[in-house]
Nanobody, 122 residues
Framework: VQLQASGGGLVQAGGSLRLSCAAS????????MGWFRQAPGKEREFVSG????????HYADSAKGRFTISRNNAKNTVYLQMNSLKPEDTAVYYC????????????????WGQGTQVTVSS
């Protein structure tokens, strides 16, 4: 499977961005999908995940109320809508896939995509 993330960029604090991750190579609709991020000098951290059906979602505390994850299985794509962005959201954002949402949320995805840079200026 290959994951291609896009949608990153430079935005002012309070602004919004929508990240997309297109998957190819296997049955997208059978797997959980998620987003992680890594800021300079910090470890990679879980941001949000969604079950194969889209019926269950999970968010890190830092993302709750501001970020929304969704997926379109017909388009093999997962999205992360990020609102009210803060400078501390600045990081490289990675999409990932795994067997289930719990495993993914605990930081054990099966496949990583390449990252997309998000920079939030103050």
């Amino acid at each position: 499977v290959q994951l291609q993330a896009s949608g990153g960029g430079l935005v002012q604090a309070g602004g919004s961005l929508r990240l997309s991750c297109a998957a190819s190579g296997r049955t997208f609709s059978s797997y959980a999908m998620g987003w992680f991020r890594q800021a300079p000098g910090k470890e990679r951290e879980f941001v949000s995940g969604i079950s194969w059906s889209g019926g269950s979602t999970h968010y890190a505390d830092s993302a709750k109320g501001r970020f929304t994850i969704s997926r379109n299985n017909a388009k093999n794509t997962v999205y992360l809508q990020m609102n009210s962005l803060k400078p501390e959201d600045t990081a490289v954002y990675y999409c990932a896939t795994g067997q289930d949402l719990v495993t993914l949320s605990n930081g054990y995805p099966e496949v990583w995509g390449q990252g997309t840079q998000v920079t939030v200026s103050s």
